[in-house]
């Protein structure tokens, strides 16, 4: 490889990290913003509710996974993030605008949940670049899944480091708390997003040279075609549901005094913001740990170990009350701080160690063998994050009627469907079909 393809490579490959992080700023303000929605007199208290921001951004993928998919093999990879840039900063924008003074009531609600929309569709097709992008450079296999787990750390940084961000400006939060008071923490994503246009404006990144598409290709099948692929479909939908729902639904219930007790913690939305922010900081570690071994672990093997321990985990956070305390060390944005929270809720935030390897395993596990096929599945992939929206949606109603710790059945048994599918479901049985 001559020093300037090497050159261009590893510039593609530090924007592509870049936007990974930026991915996990955007999706991960929409769960500390619901507890501010939550304790809208309007919303009345209500989890569903509270949860239809983070909804509505991962009901974006639906619409955009596939138009997503199509503009990358159109304008290419630099192109498509640029655009996805840019409608990530209005989307942020909107969310700013719903804050203003003149609106109230359920106007500020639904405005911000438009801008919630807007911003899943430039994470989308954020999305649509990175992965595919990192598996491409690093020519699949293992050494495409550690490219994304490399990525997915940083993803996790940035996910462990919003919640609090917003937690700790919002403070303890009441019925009078209104949505100007994270008017900050856009500032700064509009920034970051005006900052990063430019800057990749002037980046040279070249499209990957393998696997491209011309208008001669003949597709005589499909990527559904492939029964690993389409179980690897089903297995996206359910994970960004876990990886959500597990830390959304828990910051909910710290938050709730109501359910923990009034005056044991004396500030819930920031303990909750911290909570939520050192699961995503063990998915960090996860992923930093898994990718120095993934090139010498199959994804297969990290599944199976993944799942089977974050099964036990959820079993025991639903089967211990939530009166067993201990003292657990949150992750405060700058130190660690011992704080007593329940044993049901420690044992979640262990599930940060293991989601962290899930999303590039699976894609790596269902892209595998695919060939001229790999770019379709790649936006139908996309589409199926839409799971991230719906499964804790499902999950928070579950809260909302029967219980807190009842609702994580819903994250064990998608955790159980994923176990499965890397033990059974993601053998390519479809060999016969030419891919070339």
């Not at 530090?14 to 500390?32: D, Q, S």
């Amino acid at each position: 490889m001559s020093n300037q393809k090497q050159n261009g490579s590893i510039i593609a490959i530090i924007t592509m990290m870049f936007l990974y992080a930026m991915i996990a700023f955007v999706t991960n303000l929409a769960a500390p913003i619901g507890v501010v929605m939550k304790n809208d007199p309007e919303v009345g208290g209500s989890n569903t509710l509270a949860m239809l921001g983070n909804f509505m951004n991962f009901f974006a993928y639906l619409f955009m996974g596939i138009p997503a998919g199509k503009m990358l093999t159109r304008v290419g990879y630099k192109k498509t993030a640029m655009i996805g840039i840019l409608v990530g900063f209005i989307g942020v924008l909107i969310q700013f605008i719903s804050g203003f003074e003149a609106l109230e009531g359920y106007s500020d609600n639904i405005i911000y949940l438009i801008g919630a929309f807007v911003s899943g569709l430039s994470v989308c097709m954020l999305n649509t670049v990175v992965n595919p992008m990192l598996n491409l450079l690093g020519g699949g296999g293992n050494r495409g899944n550690q490219l994304n787990l490399i990525g997915g750390t940083l993803n996790s940084l940035s996910g462990t480091l919003t919640p609090m961000l917003v937690g700790a400006l919002i403070g303890e939060v009441t019925k009078e708390t209104d949505f100007v008071e994270i008017n900050l923490v856009l500032h700064i994503a509009m920034a970051v997003f005006a900052a990063a246009f430019i800057v990749l404006a002037f980046i040279p990144i070249k499209d990957p040279e393998i696997g491209r598409i011309t208008s001669q290709t003949k597709f005589e099948h499909s990527a559904w075609s492939f029964r690993h692929c389409l179980l690897g479909i089903i297995a996206i939908f359910v994970y960004v549901g876990v990886e959500v729902g597990i830390p959304g639904t828990l910051n909910f219930y710290i938050a709730d005094t109501s359910e923990m007790g009034a005056g044991l913690l004396s500030n819930a939305a920031a303990i909750g913001g911290f909570v939520a922010g050192t699961y995503w900081l063990l998915m960090l570690v996860g992923r930093l740990c898994s990718s120095v071994i993934a090139d010498k672990v199959s994804s297969k093997t990290l599944m199976v170990v993944t799942n089977g321990a974050g099964m036990i985990l959820i079993l025991l956070a639903i089967f211990i009350p939530k009166t067993v305390m201990t003292s657990m060390p949150l992750f405060t944005g700058s130190s660690f701080e011992m704080t007593q929270v329940p044993v049901s809720a420690m044992l979640l935030v262990l599930c940060g160690l293991c989601t962290s390897v899930m999303w590039a395993s699976i894609f790596n596990l269902a892209t595998e063998g695919l060939g001229k096929y790999t770019a379709q599945a790649s936006g139908l992939f996309m589409m199926m994050v839409v799971g991230g929206g719906v499964l804790p949606l499902v999950q928070n109603l579950i809260a909302d009627n029967v219980g807190y710790m009842v609702s994580y059945f819903v994250p064990l048994l998608a955790m159980g469907y994923m176990f499965w599918y890397a033990l059974i479901g993601s053998k390519n049985v479809n060999k016969d079909i030419p891919v070339d």
